[in-house]
Nanobody, 128 residues
Framework: QVQLVESGGGLVQAGGSLRVSCAAS????????MGWFRQAPGKEREFVAT???????????YYADSVKGRFTISRDNAKNTVHLQMNSLKPEDTAVYYC??????????????????WGQGTQVTVSS
C-alpha cells in the first residue's frame, strides 16, 4: 500500500501561482511513477502532469496541453514527495487536484485507470 496526502491547495486570483504537494508513505516511493489529475464539478477526472523514468533518477515530464508551459511537476525521492508548481493560473484551472501513483510498467500515463493509489485531493480555486 502507498498512502498519498496532498497539501497546498487554496484560493488564488487569476494570474497567480500556487504549489500543491503530495507526501507518500508506505511502500518504497521510488518504485512508483507519480502523476497529477484534477476534477472540476460536473466533469470527469482529467490528466494534468506526470513523470516517467528516463534513466537512474532522471525523468521525462508530460503535461496536458491545457497546462503546458504553466505547470511544472517534480519529485523528490529523498523526501517521498511530488510537487506541482502552477503559474499563470486561470479560472478554468479550478478543480480538486489529486496525486496518484502507478507502476513504472504502466504505459497509458494519462489514464486514471493506470494509477493504483490516489490521495484524497486538495481544492484549488482560481478567481477571476
Amino acid at each position: 500500500q502507498v498512502q498519498l496526502v496532498e497539501s497546498g491547495g487554496g484560493l488564488v486570483q487569476a494570474g497567480g501561482s500556487l504549489r500543491v504537494s503530495c507526501a507518500a508513505s508506505g511502500r518504497t516511493f521510488s518504485n512508483y511513477g507519480m502523476g497529477w489529475f484534477r476534477q472540476a464539478p460536473g466533469k470527469e477526472r482529467e490528466f494534468v502532469a506526470t513523470l516517467s523514468m528516463s534513466g537512474g533518477t532522471t525523468y521525462n515530464t508530460y503535461y496536458a496541453d491545457s497546462v503546458k508551459g504553466r505547470f511544472t511537476i517534480s519529485r523528490d525521492n529523498a523526501k517521498n514527495t511530488v510537487h506541482l508548481q502552477m503559474n499563470s493560473l486561470k479560472p478554468e484551472d479550478t478543480a480538486v487536484y489529486y496525486c496518484a501513483a502507478r507502476p513504472w510498467s504502466a504505459t497509458r500515463l494519462n489514464r486514471p485507470s493506470e494509477y493504483k493509489y490516489w490521495g484524497q485531493g486538495t481544492q484549488v480555486t482560481v478567481s477571476s
